[in-house]
């Protein structure tokens, strides 16, 4: 089928290239939340129900570390491992600036300690062909397009906050009979320690069938 490869579908082919990551990073607005760092994970907004929202996030590129102990032993030791990441442990000893939201990947009913991964999102520039790490336990991490049902909550990310509102989020989305992935879900956190007020965290769960808001 060579002769298909007429130069005006080449130039379609190109056009779709160029454009597909300006249209995945570059064009969606930043959400309201995302104050303190230059880049944040972007998405659709599918629905947003009173108590949470259908977002659609496109494919993306992170650094991982995983880490076992407490949630927030956990999140901490983790934290630190990326941010040498981003100061320049990496194979180009490049310092890549910070985004948000910090992932941590809760694994169901496993207890209290147990292996917690934690990632930082790659900005745009460096989504395509992030440069390796050079500690063992660091990890560049590709995740699909992400349908998520998102729940916010203010103040701090602890693990009380972290349980409390992902078992909100559950009866939300059970009492719409909205499907999703049981067997883990995220916190997201999007401030520095340093921020008193206004603080602005996330519980994920992925979605399967199709997001939505309504009772299916
Ligand atoms: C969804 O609705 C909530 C509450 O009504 C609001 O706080 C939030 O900003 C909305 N989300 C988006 C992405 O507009
Ligand atoms: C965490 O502990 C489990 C069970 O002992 C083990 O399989 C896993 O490799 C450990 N993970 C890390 C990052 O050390
Ligand atoms: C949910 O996650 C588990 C664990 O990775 C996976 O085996 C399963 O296929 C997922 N289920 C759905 C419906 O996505």
């Known amino acids: 089928m060579a002769s298909a490869t007429t130069p005006l579908v080449m130039l379609l082919r190109i056009a779709l290239l ?9 064009e969606r607005e930043k959400p309201k939340f995302c104050g303190e760092v230059t880049e944040c994970f972007t998405f659709d907004l599918i629905c947003n129900s009173s108590d949470y929202e259908a977002r659609l996030y496109p494919p993306s590129a992170w650094v ?25 442990r990496n ?17 169901q009913a496993a207890g209290e300690m147990q292996e917690y991964t ?24 590709r995740f699909p397009a992400l349908p998520t049902y998102v729940r916010s909550f203010g103040g701090w990310l602890t693990d009380a906050n972290r349980g409390t509102h992902i078992q909100a989020l559950d009866a939300s989305l059970g009492r719409d009979a909205r499907h999703f992935n049981r067997s883990w879900h995220y916190s997201a956190g999007y401030n520095s320690p340093m921020k008193l007020f206004d603080r602005h965290n996330e519980v994920w769960r992925l979605a399967w069938g199709g997001l939505g808001c309504a009772p299916e």
């Open 18 to 26: 160029l454009l597909l990551p300006l249209g995945l990073w570059g």
């Open 118 to 141: 934690i990632s930082f999102l790659l900005p745009a520039a460096r989504q395509g062909d992030p440069p390796q790490p050079t500690e063992p336990a660091v990890f560049i991490e």
């Open 64 to 88: 991982s570390t995983r880490v076992n102990n407490t949630y927030t032993a956990a999140k901490t030791t983790g934290f630190w491992h990326l941010f040498r990441y981003i100061q320049g």
């Open 91 to 107: 194979q180009l000893g490049v310092k890549i600036p910070m985004t948000t939201p910090v992932l941590t990947r809760v694994d």
